[in-house]
């Protein structure tokens, strides 16, 4: 006999009835949550390169990432966030002008 035979209207408090109206999901197999882990693991990994070549980004994010790549490109020496300008300051036409007055 099924469950909704035994009695067809739900009652509260009855087990059978509050596993018949359960959703399943698919959890951490999602591909929404994979692609998060990969993005993570991915902007990791490029901190982690970063970090090894002396460069300090400001953040883990990508874009902190890249700007602090682009900011050691354009002054020819690894940035560090904690001790120079902010990146949107670091530029190829400004480098001379911080480099003079010791802010880099």
């Given at each position: 006999m099924k469950h909704w035979e035994h009695h067809p209207d739900p009652i509260d408090g009855c087990f059978g009835c509050k596993a018949?109206?359960?959703q399943m999901n698919a959890g951490d197999?999602?591909?929404q949550k994979q692609t998060s882990n990969k993005k993570w693991e991915g902007e990791l990994q490029a901190?982690?390169?970063a970090r090894?070549?002396?460069i300090q980004p400001a953040g883990t994010s990508m874009?902190?990432?890249q700007e602090a790549r682009r900011a050691s490109d354009a002054m020819g020496?690894?940035?560090d966030a904690n001790s120079?300008?902010?990146t949107n300051l670091i530029?190829?036409?400004t480098v001379s002008k911080l480099s003079e007055v010791g802010a880099i």
């Open positions: 018949l109206g359960l197999a999602s591909s901190y982690r390169d090894a070549q002396g874009k902190k990432i020496k690894a940035y120079m300008p902010s530029q190829n036409k």
